[in-house]
């Protein structure tokens, strides 16, 4: 993940990146704190699986 960060930074001069992890994924959460993101957003019962409701939570990486 840290190559895709530093290629989006120095070839596409992006700023900042977000990304969608639904509730039931702590292993996921846990990667993108690993790599500077902070949560910023709850989306509540953002999508449906299995007929269980699931809220997503967004995530937040800015990079000088």
Same mark, same amino acid.
């Given at each position: ?11 596409f001069?992006?700023t900042?990146?977000?990304? #969608? ?9 846990r990667? #993108? ?20 409701? #699931? ?10």
């Amino acid at each position: 993940m840290s190559q895709l960060i530093n290629i989006a930074q120095s070839k596409f001069n992006i700023t900042q990146l977000k990304a #969608l992890v639904l509730e039931n994924n702590p292993a996921s959460m846990r990667v #993108l704190k690993k790599f500077g993101f902070q949560a910023i957003n709850t989306n509540v019962n953002a999508i449906t699986i299995n007929g269980r409701r #699931l809220s997503c939570i967004e995530f937040c990486a800015k990079y000088a």
